[in-house]
């Protein structure tokens, strides 16, 4: 026997589902961690990192080509910051 949590979103799909041993308890500090990383990531139409909490950045979602790519890293310290092209972080208002 296990304990589950499911996070069902308004359109009636399955989000995230967390399975515990029955005989541990659950982190509710990581589920409410966890939703508010989902309802930031569909506001804002961005990634969380491991372990993001409000006010840590955000991941900006990848450039859908090689010349956004170039223009991205180089326009890289104003409102983000690049670790690659492929990886640019930056804080939500």
Not at 4 to 14: C, K, L, N, S, Y
Not at 58 to 73: H, L, M, N, Q, S
Not at 84 to 89: E, G, K, R, V, Y
């Amino acid at each position: 026997a296990v304990r589950a949590v499911f996070f069902i979103d308004a359109e009636a799909r399955v989000r995230a589902l967390i399975y515990y041993p029955l005989s541990n308890g659950r982190n509710f500090d990581e589920l409410k961690r966890l939703l508010q990383a989902m309802q930031t990531s569909d506001k804002h139409k961005v990634a969380t990192p491991a372990d993001w909490r409000p006010g840590d950045k955000v991941i900006i979602p990848p450039p859908p080509t090689t010349d956004a790519a170039k223009e991205r890293v180089k326009g890289a310290g104003t409102e983000y910051e690049c670790l690659d092209w492929f990886l640019c972080l930056k804080k939500l208002p």
